[in-house]
């Protein structure tokens, strides 16, 4: 057949049949397709006709006069008009009759923007087909077609792609004013790109909110990518699908410097009934300026949110803040949250929050929570990072400040769910490398709560926080504290940069803390029991504990090798705490350096009046603690039963150069305590040493009850050996 056998236009179909009956349809449009048959490959593998294109030149809306004539033609009166309802309608029937995929391009007279404007709904796109924009003559980086929903009262969507429209394409259009401004559904490797979606065409100002933006139902990987997206109920919402979302701006003008809201960013859900085919990937958008939540995820595929800036301006400065949660995270396992900037989250939300019975596996990293680049804080209302249910995941190398609750809070929420096997490691809490003093959180540092067991928390800096750097409360377990850097002396051009106190474990056994050097914290180094001890010096936390009655007891810990320096008090082992372990032959405790306030290196006890017999720390021991330099060494007032020292001297605690007492027992409910085998005012490595000495007496006792006391080294005091009132 020659190219001018029939007329263009028509349909040309051949089956070709092999030996072994094997068959092949070969179909195409007339005078296009001529040269495309295979001459030496298989005969099974057809013939494609290549991409064509369909010039939409008018704004009108007419429909075509005849589908599938060759011609988009939608006014009788001249042929050569083609409106995008035609040019949809030829596209669709061409390619059902073998015509190939086509692509709607634009060349409609006359500078600036072109508005189209539907009486009714555009045809249900349900084959392949391109829809460019971009092709529009002027077209440089804005969309020059605006596909106005304003002459449509019913509920539409601006384009409907329904299955069997997989790999379509849509970019360099304007979709505003309608129920939904993009409906894909069942459409595979789906392209948006370069769209300004739910505003003007201007970039800078919306129309009155309509509907949601880019609705995606049951559709794999996706790309939706350098668009606009603002103003609209939901900026984007896949319901079972997977694929790509970055370098969008998302709740914001143009520039990235305005914000025109959607109700909620991005929303991405599935069910255990869908098979993703790809990874959920969202990366390097903006998404700022939104009413309610920036992204939500409840996925159960492999995702990655990464590299986003959340309730900033377009250069990762400035308050753009969103309304809800920064990345509200569901029933996910394995996600990666990498790399992102959340800042301006409202009272009782948070950054980043996972939440969920399934939620396990997942990986919160390298965020930046609470302040830009320009390292200025956006206030946080909320939480940093909220963790309430789920097991396994890894918090690691982010920087969190600002925030008004804790940076890292961990929870089984109202249920106690469980909350097991986590890593908080390697973060920075409340300043930034620079050590910068304006990054404070108001609360908790990290706070774990509830039902959390195994976590671990190692390797972070936490200075700056108004409230504890770490505090594990009422029902947690097995919580490792290791290798932490808490609260940060003077140094290098910064100053010392302060938590409330360090550490506070209450309610909660068998914990470990230890190697962690916890300096120049306000109040206590590390505290261990079930109430605050209050003193004349105004020692005190501000968050009160639970009374004993209401709350565990705090038995089992381990506390060794720790470094805890430059406090009102060191370390205090208060009310409910029974059978913990302080320092280790092999690795002692070193605590030095409290002299402001109480002055205390070690408190055992309670300031509680009239506490009950239960209430009284009892069964601890100490061994080997170095306690040095402070204005009191050990202060034992209400506790029991407690031994400090050991039955050989190589279990010797050493109390020396501290300015009053070495050791100091008050109060008539102190007794059964054994104190043996202590150096106290000596230096065993060094025992000439005169410097050692403490200031007034070895060991203090005034009105307590029987306790034992013996096999003690004493020496270079200035006071008595022991003296007793």
Not at 341 to 348: F, S, T
């Amino acid at each position: 057949i020659s190219p001018g056998a029939v007329p263009a236009g028509s349909v040309i179909t051949a089956t070709a049949t092999n030996d072994n009956g094997s068959t092949s349809e070969f179909s195409c449009a007339a005078g296009v397709c001529v040269n495309q048959s295979r001459k030496n490959g298989p005969l099974d593998e057809p013939a494609t006709c290549p991409i064509q294109d369909i010039v939409v030149n008018v704004t009108t809306d007419g429909e075509d006069n005849d589908p599938g004539d060759g011609h988009c033609d939608s006014d009788p009166a001249d042929e050569d008009q083609c409106s995008l309802r035609a040019a949809i309608e030829e596209a669709l029937y061409r390619y059902q009759h073998g015509e190939g995929r086509w692509t709607i391009k634009f060349n409609i007279s006359g500078a600036g923007v072109h508005t189209i404007t539907p009486a009714t709904p555009l045809p249900i796109i349900d084959q392949p087909v391109t829809i460019d924009g971009t092709s529009q003559p002027g077209y440089t980086d804005a969309p020059l077609i605006e596909l106005s929903g304003a002459g449509i009262t019913a509920d539409a969507s601006g384009l409907d792609f329904q299955s069997g429209s997989a790999t379509s394409v849509v970019q360099g259009l304007v979709l505003n004013n309608w129920k939904t401004q993009l409906n894909v559904d069942h459409s595979d490797q789906f392209l948006v790109k370069s769209c300004y979606i739910g505003i003007n065409p201007d970039g800078i100002s919306a129309p009155r909110r309509k509907g949601s933006g880019v609705v995606v139902k049951s559709s794999d990987r996706l790309k939706i990518t350098e668009n606009v997206i603002s103003n609209n109920d939901g900026a984007i919402g896949v319901d079972h699908g997977s694929g790509d979302i970055d370098s969008n701006l998302i709740g914001t003008d143009k520039t990235g410097t305005i914000a025109l809201p959607n109700r909620d960013g991005i929303s991405f859900q599935d069910a255990d009934d869908h098979l993703l085919v790809g990874p959920i990937n969202i990366s390097f958008n903006l998404i700022s300026g939104n009413l309610m939540d920036g992204i939500i995820l409840t996925s159960t595929g492999p995702s990655s949110i990464f590299r986003n800036n959340i309730g900033t301006k377009k250069d990762g400065t400035g308050d753009l803040h969103n309304g809800g949660f920064g990345i509200l995270v569901g029933f996910a396992q394995g996600a990666d949250i990498n790399g992102n900037i959340i800042v301006g989250m409202p009272e009782g939300k948070a950054a980043i929050k996972s939440i969920g019975n399934r939620v396990t596996g997942n990986s919160i990293k390298d965020n930046q929570i609470g302040y830009g680049d320009d390292q200025i804080v956006i206030p946080n209302g909320g939480y940093g990072i909220w963790l309430e249910i789920g097991d396994n995941s890894q918090i690691s190398l982010n920087k969190i400040g600002g925030t008004a609750h804790a940076a890292i809070y961990l929870t089984g929420g109202l249920g106690n769910f469980p909350v097991n096997n986590n890593v908080i490691k390697n973060n920075i809490i409340g300043t930034n490398e620079s050590f910068n003093p304006n990054l404070a959180n108001r609360e908790e540092g990290i706070l774990i709560t509830g039902t959390a067991q195994g976590t671990e928390i190692s390797g972070n800096v936490i200075s700056g926080n108004g409230r504890q750097a770490v505090m594990v409360s009422a029902g947690t377990t097995a919580t490792s504290i290791h290798d932490n850097q808490i609260g940060t002396a003077a140094g290098n051009g910064h100053p010392a940069i302060v938590n409330q106190s360090g550490i506070w474990i209450t309610g909660s056994s068998q914990n470990t803390i230890r190697n962690n050097i916890i300096t120049n914290n306000t109040e206590f180094g590390i505290l261990l029991g079930n109430s605050v001890p209050v003193f004349a010096g105004g020692t005190q936390a501000s968050k009160p504990a639970a009374p004993h009655d209401a709350t565990p007891n705090v038995d089992g810990n381990k506390i060794h090798g720790n470094t805890i320096a430059n406090s009102k008090v060191g370390l205090a082992i208060t009310a409910g705490a029974h059978n913990n372990s302080i320092g280790d032959l092999l690795i002692p405790n070193q605590i030095t350096g409290h002299t402001t306030g109480a002055g205390i290196g070690i408190f055992l006890g309670t300031t509680t009046d009239n506490p009950s017999d239960h209430e009284l720390p009892a069964g601890n021991t100490f061994a080997a603690n170095r306690v040095s330099g402070n204005t009191n060494g050990l202060v034992i007032k209400q506790a029991k039963n407690n031994l400090i020292g050991g039955t050989v001297a190589s279990l010797a605690n050493t109390f020396t150069g501290n300015a009053n007492d070495g050791i100091s027992l008050f109060a008539a409910t102190t007794g059964g305590n054994r104190i043996m085998f202590n150096n106290i005012g000596v230096d065993p490595d060094n025992q000439t040493n005169r410097n050692a000495g403490n200031g007034h007496n070895g060991i203090s006792i005034s009105d307590t009850g029987r306790n034992v006391i013996k096999n003690n080294n004493i020496g270079f005091k200035r006071g008595n050996g022991n003296s007793l009132f």
